[in-house]
């Protein structure tokens, strides 16, 4: 289930390439079981947490990642909307 806590991004951002890093680096798009935007955050929970690469993530422009369990929080700014989007896409 994908829901947004929503905020204002700039329309026609490409986002792909970032989206593509970041899903590699949450262990591949079979290891992503669900995801979800919310303002700042890109809330995500894996099936293997083993398989997140914190280092990657963060190569990868986020600011940070907080782990709890199997949830990973990647935090990307205010363009957490447009890659989910573009997530769902590559999913």
Same mark, same amino acid.
């Given at each position: 289930?994908? !829901? ?11 986002? &792909?390439?970032?989206? #593509? #890093?970041?899903?590699?680096?949450? !262990? ?28 990657? &993530?963060?190569?990868? !422009? ?10 990973? #929080?990647?935090?990307? !700014?205010?363009?957490?909307?447009? &890659? ?8």
């Amino acid at each position: 289930m994908r !829901g947004t806590c929503g905020v204002a991004t700039t329309p026609g951002e490409n986002h &792909l390439s970032k989206a #593509q #890093q970041i899903l590699a680096a949450l !262990g591949g798009e079979t290891n992503v079981v669900d995801l979800e935007p919310c303002i700042t955050r890109l809330r995500v929970e894996v099936g293997d947490a083993e398989l997140v690469d914190e280092a990657a &993530l963060k190569a990868s !422009g986020a600011f940070g990642v907080v782990r709890s369990g199997h949830i990973v #929080q990647v935090i990307v !700014g205010p363009e957490a909307d447009n &890659l989910a989007a573009e997530l769902d896409t590559l999913r």
